[in-house]
């Protein structure tokens, strides 16, 4: 796709209604059953724009980094692009995400810790952790020998990918927002923000579940009697603490929708599932065995979610708790 100019962003701006989009940004962003489909209908389809903006200008750590926010408003857009109209990973998806994510780190106590550049990576990491997704799992691309899977060695395929993505599109763009950045700036935020979209792995969840617990567990002696959990990893002045908190944030936030009101998370799940039978239909129209739970012939969709929930998200939910 072409790159997005100034324009662009003055006709989406024009479309909606700033005023009830800000107000409602106002009343329910900070709930954690923030209804992000609601808000994908009220912005015509923009829910990462307008919420990567409401960040943006109201954070005080960003604020700090002078960031052009023109050029701000037509990444976000450009970001927004490249996010098919897949059943699940699109940028409603993404835009979910970021939202968890500001909720759980960001806008929380526990981001107080970190310096502005690694808020910037946060955000960065959030809004462009899926980009240019294909609607299909890194086993579906293995197996059917992709491109991307060779390219990367059958590690990490999506992830690799999407960060890639992101730093291909947005240098190679009229709305660099690195542009400003020193040279070692660039440098440090490049290497959070792919250390971030790396941690979205599902195939390597428990490996980051283990390493966090081990890292509380290592240094739990020193916290203080009825001291707050993250005072034990000194995530005021260690960093690699607090880039392994935002590894954890962030995979909470990616899966975030079974924790929320049954409304909300019938509705992803029932996008996640259509996606899964999208897959499974491929994977049989190309001779490979369907994958478990997304053979529409055999739907056993509360089977599917309950594994889900006990297998993958209470314990990485149970691991953020304790921290």
């Known amino acids: 796709m072409g790159n997005v100019n100034v324009s662009r962003a003055d006709v989406v701006l024009r479309d909606v209604d700033k005023v009830k989009t800000h ?21 015509n389809g923009h829910p990462l724009f307008f919420s990567g903006m409401y960040i943006v200008e109201g954070n005080e750590k960003l604020r700090e980094l002078d960031i052009d926010f023109e050029k701000m408003r037509n990444w976000l857009l450009m970001i927004e692009q490249e996010y098919h109209p897949h059943p699940y990973h699109n940028v409603i998806h993404a835009a979910d995400v ?38 299909l799992n890194n086993n579906f691309l293995v197996k059917s020998r992709h491109e991307w899977a060779i390219l990367y060695s ?30 070692e700036e660039f440098d440090e935020l490049r290497k959070m923000v792919i250390r971030l979209i790396l941690a979205t792995d599902m195939g390597k969840h428990f490996e980051y579940i283990n390493k966090f617990k081990s890292k509380i567990s290592a240094t739990a002696p020193s916290t203080p009697a009825g001291g707050a959990q ?40 029932e996008c996640v599932m259509q996606e ?19 053979d529409r012939t055999n739907a056993n969709v509360p089977k599917c979610q309950i594994g889900f929930i006990d297998i993958l998200v209470a314990p990485l939910y149970d691991t953020w708790r304790a921290f």
């Open 98 to 135: 970021l939202h968890a994510l500001n909720y759980l780190l960001i806008e929380d106590s526990i981001g107080v810790h970190f310096s502005p550049l690694e808020v910037f990576a946060l955000v960065i990491a959030a809004a462009g952790h899926d980009i240019d997704h294909p609607g």
């Open 230 to 269: 993250y005072g034990i990893l000194k995530l005021e002045t260690n960093q690699e603490s607090r880039l392994m908190a935002g590894e954890i944030a962030i995979k909470c936030a990616d899966l975030c929708n079974p924790t929320k009101t049954f409304v909300l998370s019938s509705k992803w799940t």
């Open 276 to 294: 899964f039978y999208l897959q499974g239909d491929k994977e049989r129209e190309l001779g490979l065995p369907v994958s478990q739970f997304m």
């Open 23 to 43: 107000d409602y940004l106002n009343l329910w962003y900070l709930s954690w059953n923030f209804d992000m489909f609601h808000f994908t209908e009220m912005t």
């Open 154 to 183: 059958d590690n990490s395929v999506l992830e690799f990918h999407h960060s890639a993505h992101v730093f291909r599109k947005t240098l190679t763009s009229n709305c660099n927002i690195f542009a400003d950045l020193s040279n």
